[in-house]
């Protein structure tokens, strides 16, 4: 993308910017917070796209495709180099596969580092079946009562390995579909044990500085049962493989109510918060915009991550990443309108006085506590957003600099009408 185009698009936000952003600067470091520091953390929390979310997503009733959607891997890039451009937070890609197998490796990598994006976690892809694949995954992949189907999926996710390998990515995400939709259709302590025994030899083909992600997820596409059903299971099974294997937290994926915040503490206590897949839920898995429906819980999510990363040295800077998938909007709008709401909550999060609120539950002042959360969680932080923004070259109204600069249509013109994203 043309950066002067950003840059001139800029101007007409610039001087109400200034005026918000100088407002809340002030009052912050009469507040004794360092909004440098603040802006500068902005400025690196960079998040993963999800090649699938690119495209419309869809559900079992149908698929509303959005015109001018990317049809291959490069074109994939493209938008992700769109998305940062205009952003200056989306800095990756995460690649499924064999939804994006590259074809040419170097012209990738060189489309990639053009538009300034790395290559984030590489996900494998054991709950479909591929056409030429001789066993079907109908009744599990690692943890499948058959030896032969255990096999073809270890063999595959040690293929996504290389490929990630190839492009410069450090990480593997396993989720598994793998489950049981009947009680008594299959043995619990089988197929957990033959899940950690396959996950043990995928961990042996990891790169010394790779690091393996064990999603978890209580429900769907099983109904009754899930092998890797919780935080608990996973951790046990990254235990199992080792000091490389963490646990992935994807916010979808909790039964209504549960304390998420409370399962990202633990995790980084133990040092075992690998990744994050951020999202939106009312009833499940529903993989809707981030901040959408409970904008509180993901600041209090944040609370957590921020004073993880600043007390559990034990714990490595998580890798993130978005997941959602949207059947009816732009989803380059979409994903923007998620980096903003992720943006937002750690900059609320960044603005918890952590020593007054240690304080403060020390002397058991409840009261105090919540207001202390409340008023970081109640400030307007939009402009601190913009500014980090416009230090580094992006736009301060991303959506409707999109919008001004006519992109979509521009993606059109060039993909046509008709275009359909691969993936889900
Ligand atoms: C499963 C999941 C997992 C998959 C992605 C497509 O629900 O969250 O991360 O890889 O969706
Ligand atoms: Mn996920
Ligand atoms: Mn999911």
Known sequence: MDKNKILDSNKKYLQTHTETFDFLSNQLCSQG?????????????????????????????GRFGFQGEPSNLEEK???????????????????????????????VK??????????????????????????????????????AVREQAIQHNKEVIDIGNKLGSKSLTVWLADGA?????????????HTETSLKSIYEHLPQDWKMFIEYKPYEPNFYSTVIQDWGTSFMLANACGEKAYTLVDLGHHLPNTNIEQIVS????????????????????????????KPYTLFLIFNALVYGMENNPQNPYPAWMIDASHNIKDPLEDLMQSLEAIQEAYAKALLVDQKGLL??????????????LQNAYRTDVRPLLRQARLNSGGAIQPIATYRSLKIRKELIKKRGANSVASGL
């Open 77 to 107: 890039i493209d938008d992700v180099g769109i998305l940062h451009s205009l952003t200056q937070t989306a800095g990756a890609i995460s690649l499924h596969i064999p939804w994006d197998v590259p074809t040419d490796y170097d012209t």
């Open 359 to 372: 304080k403060a539950q020390q002397e058991n002042d409840v009261v105090r506590c919540q207001e202390m």
């Open 181 to 193: 939709s009947f009680p008594g259709q299959s043995n619990f302590q089988t197929v957990l044990q």
């Open 33 to 61: 917070r360092d909004v440098t520091n603040i802006l500068k953390k902005l400025s690196q929390f960079q998040v993963a796209i999800p090649s699938w979310a690119l495209g419309a997503g869809g559900t079992r009733f």
């Open 266 to 293: 633990t995790l980084m206590m133990k040092g075992k918060l690998g990744g994050f897949h951020f999202n939106d839920s009312k009833y499940g898995d529903d993989d809707l915009t981030v901040g959408s429906i």
């Open 110 to 147: 060189e489309r990639a580092k053009s538009q300034n994006i790395v290559f984030d976690a590489v996900n494998s892809n054991t709950f479909q079946d591929q056409k030429t694949a001789k066993e079907s995954y109908k009744y599990g992949s690692l943890g499948n009562m058959t030896k």
